[in-house]
């Protein structure tokens, strides 16, 4: 599997912008479907972001459409997150995820590759 650090988190006022970086090491990056997924405090793990192995299609949570944007570099081994309008609602530990097959899904349990998580902060 994949090996996955994320990075680029941090402490922005809302209305701000942030973008986090994914990078992928010890596979075929471009043979994974990848996602974004975020968890805050007392809170389930939810998808944020996914896109194909291309780049060319992408899905994204209803709670973040308009705002952020997910896409990849598959000759630099590497996805991103850009989110604009930050909102408090969106602070959370914010995780990359990798899946070894040609589907997009936002079934957390259905990524085998993961990142370590990289805080996320917005104050109102």
């Known amino acids: 599997q994949v090996q996955l650090v994320e990075s680029g988190g941090g402490l922005v006022q809302a209305g701000g912008s942030l973008r986090l970086s994914c990078a992928a090491s010890?596979?075929?990056?471009?043979?994974?479907?990848m996602g974004w997924f975020r968890q805050a405090p007392g809170k389930e793990r939810e998808f944020v972001a996914g896109?194909?192995?291309?780049?060319?299609?992408?899905n994204l949570a209803d709670s973040v459409k308009g705002r952020f944007t997910i896409s990849r570099d598959n000759a630099k081994n590497t996805v991103y997150l850009q989110m604009n309008s930050l909102e408090p609602e969106d602070t959370a530990v914010y995780y990359c995820?990798?899946?070894?097959?040609?589907?997009?899904?936002?079934?957390?349990?259905?990524?085998?590759?993961w990142g370590q998580g990289t805080q996320v902060t917005v104050s109102s």
């Open positions: 896109i194909t192995r291309s780049g060319r299609s992408t």
């Open positions: 995820a990798g899946r070894l097959s040609a589907i997009l899904t936002t079934t957390p349990g259905l990524f085998g590759s």
């Open positions: 010890g596979g075929t990056f471009s043979s994974y479907v």
